[in-house]
């Protein structure tokens, strides 16, 4: 190999090894380049990272804490009934009241509807036969209807004085019913209203009186009628109205007494199933003693 040969072939290798060189120097600053933007990228990962589980853990408080999600609005609540439970209503008038009002019929007849939570009734027929000289007569009836309170309804008593009006209006709008007078009554419960009136019935001129009085979320409604048949002389319908104002207040006692004598209440659930029903007062007839399937919502109605 000539000189110029080998020189040539040196000059080549020096290239060769310089052009590896540069090579391999370019791949390290390649590599070196690269190397910030993997930490960049990484470090950028990293925060990104964290600024989302930062995020989903403050998240997870606020949920924890109640802030992010809505919460369930509060079921609304009304004031306890004052009265949880009724009296025996067969046991609410004392036995003078009895004998003086119904005095052949003490015992009293209850009625089949009876739910002692709820509603309540008794009725009495006395019928004094004086043979030639004829006979009184006198029907009694007493109904309680207690109302509890509740979320869609309303209070007991809001629903018991809603009920006591209608009862007042439905006595003073009975068929057939003459000279009726509405009489306002004091001391008696939270409110009381007698509604009396003339009946003319075949047995005779019968003197109705119906009292009404409400007692917190308790409705009491006394029917109390008297009539002299076969020639007797007719019951004065003053007498018979004092009478049963006093009656009443002895049931709105019994009421307040079985319940302990006091009007703190217990939980309220739900009304009374039949509320709505209106009451129609009536005589009955003395040939026909008052049904005792009557309901608290409706006074026992007579037939001539």
């Not at 997870?60 to 009934?81: D, H, L, Y």
């Not at 003073?172 to 209203?193: C, D, F, M, R, W």
């Not at 003339?198 to 005779?204: I, P």
Request: glycine share 10%; aromatic share 4%; charged share 20%.
């Amino acid at each position: 190999m000539s000189e110029g040969t080998m020189q040539r072939a040196a000059q080549r290798d020096d290239r060769a090894k310089r052009g590896m060189r540069g090579k391999r120097l370019s791949r390290v600053l390649v590599c070196a380049a690269a190397v910030p933007a993997v930490l960049i990228t990484a470090a950028c990962s990293s925060d990104s990272g964290d600024a989302k589980g930062k995020g989903s853990d403050g998240g997870a408080q606020q949920s924890a804490g109640g802030s992010t999600k809505p919460s369930a609005s509060a079921s609304p609540t009304v004031q306890a009934a004052a009265y949880t439970k009724l009296p025996d209503a067969c046991a609410v008038l004392s036995k003078k009241t009895l004998t003086d009002l119904v005095p052949k019929d003490t015992s009293g007849k209850k009625g089949s509807s009876d739910d002692p939570s709820s509603r309540a009734s008794c009725s009495w027929s006395s019928l004094d036969n004086n043979g030639v000289k004829g006979s009184q007569f006198r029907w009694l009836n007493v109904s309680l209807l207690r109302f509890d309170s509740d979320s869609t309804r309303g209070a007991g008593d809001t629903q018991a004085h809603t009920y006591f009006g209608q009862q007042v209006k439905d006595a003073a709008a009975v068929a057939g019913a003459q000279n009726a007078k509405e009489i306002p009554l004091s001391g008696t419960g939270a409110e009381a209203t007698a509604v009396r009136y003339d009946l003319k019935k075949k047995e005779g001129l019968f003197k109705q009186q119906t009292v009404v009085a409400r007692v917190e979320n308790v409705v009491v409604t006394l029917d109390f009628n008297g009539a002299g048949l076969a020639g007797e002389k007719t019951p004065d319908a003053d007498d018979l109205t004092k009478a049963a104002e006093g009656a009443i207040k002895e049931v709105v006692g019994a009421v307040s007494s079985a319940n302990d004598g006091s009007s703190s209440g217990g939980s309220a659930t739900s009304a009374p199933s039949k509320s709505a029903s209106p009451s129609k007062s009536a005589s009955t007839s003395p040939s026909k003693s008052a049904s005792s399937t009557a309901s608290p919502s409706k006074s026992a109605a007579g037939k001539g």
